[in-house]
């Protein structure tokens, strides 16, 4: 197998204490009309700052929603991915993008809104944004990236940088196989799919999945979810995955990667995990709430989940 070469990166040029004012340039939807979230593609002019250059897909960008909050406290600092590849939103080096999406949730009898997410949400463009960043060493495209195959698992705001990577990789004339799994609970909820749809019938080395859980089911009745993939697809994923110059990355909701390790498990793919302790000769019988204390990311697996 290729050695996998992380790219050196620099970490906090601004932080906390010493954030840089950058200007929004776009701020526009990224699900479908109908879809009852709000998720939104957020672009920021960094020209003139230490980020310009410096910010690698992989990598996260802090933002510092001005005001004060419960407690009389400053508003906590937010991490949200680059969605954007390291040369920039349309190879513009001083353009850098995110995917935003508004939190919004009922707790008991009051609404709350993610203070966050929905100051980015309603930028517009011109106004100013303090940033920090960037933050993030290890959730990056090797600097090998031509020698290995590729299989992205993503829920959610997870896409975001799978949309920087695959852009990235094929700008660059990629040519090995790569495979964006993805999924969200119903078809409006496909963030970026005419993107990742023109991707998929211009490059036959690219392949787009679609797991919707709450619209499509398997042929034994159950729900389609990233992990239910590997099994459902595995006339094309499991000769891949067992290439040795295979790579997996996973990006989402915490617990997602419970799911895919186990099918990995199952399905003998031992080599993209690190066994912690000894496995029960079933692997049925472990629980996934279980998975992490049998089981890490490998040196081939790459994992960022929230």
Known sequence: MSEIILPEVELNIYSKKNPVEVTVVENYVV??????????????????TDLAGRVRVGQSIGILPPGIGDGGREHKLRL??????????????HLISTTVKRTIEELGDKIYLGVASNYLADLKPGEKVNMTGPSGRRFLLPENAQDFNFIFFATGTGIAPFRGMIRELFDNGYNKECFLVFGCSYRTDLLYSDFFEEMHERNPNFNYI??????????????????TALDDHKDILAPVLSRKNT?????????????????LLKQGFYDYLELKQDLPADVSEIGLNQMKEFVKPGMRTFEEVY
């Open 31 to 48: 699900t479908k009309e109908s879809s009852p979230n709000y998720v939104r593609h957020i672009t920021f002019d960094i020209s003139g």
């Open 247 to 263: 790579l997996i990355y996973i990006c989402g909701m915490k617990g997602m990667e419970a799911g895919i390790y186990y099918e």
């Open 210 to 227: 679609t797991c919707i859980s709450r619209e499509e089911r398997r042929t034994d009745g159950s729900k389609r979810y990233v992990q």
């Open 80 to 93: 949200y991915s680059i969605s954007s590849p390291s040369a920039g939103e349309r190879g513009e080096r």
